[in-house]
């Protein structure tokens, strides 16, 4: 392959130490990234059902074709699958993407993506240098770095790779044409949270960059694979680059300049210069002067910024909101930023941590949990919020002692262990979402985040109607002002990019409108965009959608033209935006057939039980301020306040099957063997009735 | 070096001593003794002259987001691939180095003195005078000695291998970018300069103070940047005694206010 493509991806078996690859060719019609992991992943775990800890569970790490470019919001994003120890109770085969410069170099080191299978014996890291791979010895008696956290684990491969020379152009090969670079390798690690098999342990690159959720660290410590680092010193072909430069000129025309800012527009976080990240991120620092830090190519620069005292890394958001979950919110404004790097360093995924919390100190202060109580503990709750509280509690889960050996499995399995998950997750005391997700973005009022989550395998974490139809539209008013447009303009500017469908009315979040045929037809469509344009493409999820552009003329955003200008300028295909939705569609099919082989059911499509029965905000969430939403009622469109409702079962099964319906899906949820067949899936179809499952 | 007479000098090459040294007078030199020189200014008395290069990069790596873009930018106008090892300015970062020492950018300095031309025995890397008279590297003259790249003062040296071309290359102020829709060159336009979100590259025909704070300036000039990049607004990439004391001021405030909240 060309154009955007290195053109092999790199397969290791850590059991047999077998180096080998596969031709990306074989799954072009996949695009990259996600839907190219899926069907890799097909194609190499013959049985489905393993556990995630299973040395057959097999782990992707893929590039799309316009990483490692100048495509805005995207060039640095990798994607990781494989079966996960984070789902509940079923391990889905599952998702996670984290940022930097890690997608870029793999590229450059000639392979579009790693799939890593097996175990190996002894602790390793796996060492490569363009087409050269060295299985190596992460021991303590190697090369020391199992047993230490991610930040020391990645500093010290920066010495093994340059040799000590961290400042020259160093050659990698022996003659003059093998490749040199002046580059740090890219690597991503887990911390001991992944060594020791915490379900819930993330992997990191660059301190904070991380595929957060999922529990892919532990998929790495149930390999004994400590780090992948990779120096690439070649180069990958674009189609048509004088279309790539214009294509970023134009970006720049339409975005923010950092130097002439032009404020954003209330509620847009993502849209300041330095994104979210750096506004979180400011909180993490201490000393004067930080910088934005940008992923690979990208010009949104969110990627959580640096500071002078080299606290928190990169870290942004949630990672340094997790700071404040653990300390701020318990009284203690002045929380270190120590809490982000123990978490960073170990590896752990901040929202487990941060939904843990409020629970656990529920269950303290109403005297179920403690010394000589019902669930035994001698954890200093008493200082809940102190660094030193946030030390023995992130130690605890590491090391398995105290509560964190139950802990360690998940907030869910901890309850379920406890006998506690139905009252709690009852009452929303644990506010689990579904699959033992964390509540992220709300369920009952923004409804495609919650049926997204719930129809998938994790938290979906894909924000395009929470900055302009939550957030936005939420704040602005809250601000003392108007929404950038009357509801029923916005929501015919967003929908007429809801392509091919293109109907407003997918955009109703009434009471109504959420269980209705336009809201199946606005999630299943989320679901391909998603899968393809942001997971296979692959843009990153703070840079598309782009559907309220404060800066573009009648705040007109960039898609749905962006999405093909860059991929199609990258590749020289000609994919329209439509295309785009009909692999997505393909892919989530393809993941969905995984999961019935996995054992699903229609019960794994149910949300937690808190979200039919409360409307205040969970005790753990984002649900920071009102929801203030498009709604269709009366005829009319108006922006409303659905701050308080909760699902109906009723409506929501009723939703469902629907759903299932329109997805060409039978009445248990699963993929039917025609619709696997016409989106041209029949290993799928065939592996699927083999297992007796259609 | 011989006495020169200072007339018979200005009536020769119509450059004064005194615009001779100062590279004041539009026709700025860098003076060379011996070598294997091309296309110089002769003076007498075997001195012999380049002419200074019509534009160079400035960088501020205290407003660098570490991005790479310009880097990317170079390869794709270069050679119409993307490539970090093959651009001809290198950002390197290290995240676990506090700010603002987590990044180092390594650009071209069009040195008036360029020991990488000096060093070329074919005259491949040579003084391009119709563009501006940057200093760049004929490939079809190349034979791959990498003189070049060991004559370069900097590290990295900013005269690179390119081992898929098999020629060395650098900085040419984009002057050859034939993957570019846009001029390039001293008198046009420069792609990493065009890409860069931070606008920390920036762009100058007159010839820096030849150390590292000559190139590597202060371009954190809007209080917008500062309020928020939250980078300081001190001279040359570093923070006044006036902003760190209001800095800790600020700190120690918000720190009381918190404890009394």
Known sequence: MSNGYAGKILVIDLSSGEVSSLNTADYAEYGGGHGMGSAVFFDLCKDKTISAFDPANVITLMTGPIQGTLAPFGGGRCEVQAIGPQPWPIEWFTRSNFGGRFAGMIKFAGWDGIAVTGKAENPVWIDIRDDAVAIRDASATGDGLWGTGTYETEKKIYDLVRGGDSVDWTLYGTSRDTGRSA?????????????????????????????????????????????????????????????????????????????????????????????????????????????????????????????????????????????????????????????????????????????????????????????????????????????????????????????????????????????????????????????????????????????????????????????????????????GQPQALPAKEMVEMIGSTLLPYSDPMMLDFSDEGIYSDAMVKFVSWHRAYTRFWKQSAMYCDWGITDWLNPWAEGYKGLTPELEPRFYNAVTGDDTSFEKGIEIGTKIWNLDRAIWYLQGRTPANDQLAEWQFRIGSPAAHSTYEIPYIMPVFENGEWSYKNVWGRFLDHAKYDDFLDRYYAFEGWDANGCPTSDTLKKLGLDKAADELSAAGKI | MADIDKKEATAQSGVSRREFITGVGGVGVGAVLGGALLKGILLPDEVVAIPASGGYLLVDTAKCAGCNSCMLACSVTHHGTVSLSNARIQVVQDPFVGYPNDITIAQCRQCPYPPCVDACPTGANHVDTENGNVRTVDAAKCIGCERCIQACPFTPSRALWNPIEKHAQKCDLCADTPYWDEDGGPDGKRACEEVCPMNAISFTAEIPMQSDAGYNVNLRLTDATAQLGRMGLGDNGEFTKAQLDAAAAAAAAAAAAAANH
Not at chain 1, 342 to 353: D, I, K, P, R, V
């Open chain 1, 183 to 479: 580059q740090n390798p890219a690597v991503v690690s887990c911390g001991q949270a992944g060594e020791n098999l915490v379900r819930w342990a993330s992997l990191i690159h660059e301190g904070g960059g991380g595929a957060g959720q999922g529990g892919f660290g532990a998929v790495f410590g149930s390999k004994n694979l400590k780090a992948i680092s990779v120096i690439g010193t070649g180069e990958v072909a674009i189609a048509d680059p004088q279309a790539l430069m214009a294509a970023r000129a134009w970006w720049s025309e339409n975005y923010f300049d950092f130097d002439n800012y032009k404020p954003s527009l209330p509620g847009l976080h993502s849209y300041s210069p330095g994104g979210s990240g750096n506004i979180a991120g400011g909180l993490a620092r201490g000393g004067v002067g930080q910088r934005p830090q940008g992923c690979m190519g990208c010009t949104k620069l969110c990627h959580g910024g640096r500071g002078a005292t080299a606290e928190g890394p990169g870290s942004s958001c949630f990672d340094t909101w997790y700071q404040a979950q653990s300390g701020v919110k318990w009284g203690n404004p002045a929380a270190s930023a120590s809490n982000t790097d123990m978490l960073q360093s170990y590896g752990l995924n901040a929202w487990e941590g941060s939904m843990a919390l409020p629970w656990l100190v529920k269950l303290y202060r109403t005297g179920i949990l403690g010394p000589g109580k019902a669930i035994e503990s001698n954890l200093p709750f008493d200082a809940v919020g102190s660094d030193a509280f946030n030390v023995a509690f992130l130690d605890c889960i590491v090391n398995g002692t105290d509560i964190g050996a139950d802990l360690k499995e998940g907030c869910a399995r901890a309850a379920t262990k406890w006998g506690r998950y139905d009252e709690d997750v009852t009452s929303g005391d644990l506010a689990i979402a579904a699959h033992g997700y964390a509540h992220h973005y709300d369920a009952r009022t923004e409804s495609e985040w919650g049926f997204g989550t719930a129809l998938g395998d994790r938290d979906i974490n894909e924000h395009d109607i929470t900055w302009v139809l939550y957030w936005h539209t939420s704040l602005a008013p809250l601000y």
